[in-house]
């Protein structure tokens, strides 16, 4: 994640202000990138010690020295015990000296900055926007969904000086959550992917959600732009909200015949997909390397995004065809079954109502092979507070109209689909996920098309790892590619 060798993300001397320390030790010339956890420390880094819900950063101090950590940021009653394992830079808290290290990285950059939240495709949309603009000039993004109040100051902190552009997940589980992030990254323009009912058991009604992502247009520069989705039934009230806040003008995005980029025609192709669209009143035509019409919507904003950032309208889109989803969001590969070739659609990084129907959508449009079926494998999802069982219940309706032949369900919500679904339909549901996954595989055949997803604690994401390494591809003959 960070750059070793002779580059400087911060000089040694650079370090003390920002972090409010004191320095125990020899103060390295430079640090090459910041760390918070020793799996993926390089040496060079600077070692942030975090204390986080299930581990302590200071525990693990001593080994992040032992892979060559330039220093480690330290509090100051952790300082005793650790001195002499190598140079500390010693504060009261240090996760608030991650955030000022992240203020003055933002302080120092010339970059032109997005923020993206929303309910669901915050990640996709930030990571399309990093190829996009990486098209354009150097472009430092989140990496992974580091998009809380850890990960954002630590996405800061690891901007170089010289980014041309930045892009900033920005998530929240609660009201009031994105308020001190955005304050941080202060961009001149923020998307709002989607609103849609997820933490409903924290939020409690989709207006509270609508409201707490509009958190993020009072970080926006002002005069800076908000970028929202004109298909919600919350865009008035989004669009309001921007409009009290420092943004200086809002542009909407959807297949409403009112948005400003408008979504004309899609078609899936392979593995991404065909779009044709109007952006701020120009038709162009495209190829999107994600499938899915939910992607094809999130790269209207990918684009709005790209205008207002100064980049050529032409050269943006053409550099879509570059955007591939990432693993647990819509990933397709090839399986081997002994019979013939089958198609997994890895969706088990989260799920909520309005991501799952998308992923249905998605199994829908991609055909079988000879014989083949279409195979939804679908755990729990969580968080959706009282009506958890009724928005369970009712994607049968995605089930039935995507052609779905079988369902492998999980979950003690998933069995209200389940049991709603028509009896030739239902294959296994079973209380844990490990529950299915041995069934599921036996009952694949070549030909099928097999999507997995469910909300991260619903453990999905193993079935999708059994079945790559029970299906996988068989190795070629030396030589061979």
Not at 224 to 248: I, N, Y
Not at 412 to 432: G, N, Q, S, T, V
Request: glycine share 12%; proline share 5%.
């Amino acid at each position: 994640m960070s750059a070793t060798g002779a580059r400087e993300l911060w000089s040694g001397l650079g370090l003390i202000g920002p972090l409010e320390a004191r320095l125990s030790g020899a103060l390295p010339p430079r640090v090459g990138g910041v760390s918070i956890d020793t799996r993926t420390l390089e040496p060079g880094d600077l070692f942030v010690a975090i204390k986080g819900d299930a581990n302590d950063g200071h525990d693990f101090v001593r080994a992040a020295f032992e892979k060559g950590a330039a220093a480690a940021v330290v509090a100051e009653a952790q300082s005793d015990a650790l001195r002499g394992a190598g140079p500390l830079l010693v504060v009261r808290d240090t996760l608030r000296a991650l955030e000022g290290l992240a203020r003055a990285a933002r302080a120092r950059s010339k970059a032109r900055i997005v923020a993206v939240t929303g309910s669901v495709g915050k990640t996709s949309t930030k990571e399309t926007l990093r190829v996009v603009l990486g098209r354009f000039g150097q472009t430092h993004a989140s990496a992974a969904s580091y998009n809380n109040h850890w990960g954002v100051p630590l996405t800061l902190a690891r901007m170089a000086a010289e980014a041309r552009f930045g892009v900033f997940e920005i998530g929240m589980n609660h009201p009031g959550e994105i308020t001190p992030l955005v304050g941080m990254v202060r961009p001149q323009l923020a998307i709002v992917t989607a609103i849609a009912p997820v933490h409903l058991e924290h939020m409690g009604s989709i207006e509270a959600i609508a409201d707490a992502k509009a958190e993020v247009f009072s970080g926006v520069v002002k005069g800076g732009g908000a970028v929202v989705p004109r298909d919600t039934p919350m865009f008035e009230r989004l669009a309001s909200a921007a409009k009290a806040s420092p943004v200086g003008h809002v542009v909407s995005f959807g297949e409403h015949a009112d948005a400003d980029a408008r979504l004309i025609d899609y078609a899936p192709e392979g593995q991404g997909s065909l779009v044709r669209a109007s952006i701020l009143g120009r038709t162009i035509g495209y190829r999107l390397g994600a499938p899915g019409k939910h992607q094809a919507l999130n790269s209207l904003a990918v684009l709005v995004a790209a205008r207002a950032m100064g980049c050529d309208l032409d050269e943006a889109a053409a550099a879509l065809a570059d955007a591939k989803p990432a693993k647990g969001r819509g990933a397709r590969e090839t399986l081997a079954h002994a019979d013939g070739a089958m198609t997994l659609i890895d969706e088990a990084y989260n799920a909520n109502p309005t991501s799952m129907r998308a992923a249905l959508d998605l199994i829908g449009q991609t055909e079988p092979g000879p014989n083949g079926r279409r195979v939804a494998a679908l755990g729990d999802m969580l968080e959706l507070g009282p009506q958890s069982a009724e928005m369970h219940r009712a994607l049968v309706d995605a089930l039935e109209a995507n052609g779905v032949d079988l369902l492998f369900a999980a979950g003690p919500m998933m069995k209200h689909l389940f049991d709603a679904a028509p009896a030739a339909m239902r294959a296994r549901w079973a209380e844990r996920a490990a529950d299915i996954e041995t069934p599921l595989a036996e009952a694949l055949r070549a030909g099928d098309v097999v999507m997995i997803k469910g909300s991260n604690g619903s453990r999905m994401g193993p079935i999708v790892s059994a079945l790559q390494k029970r299906f996988q591809r068989p190795a070629g003959p030396a030589g061979e590619g």
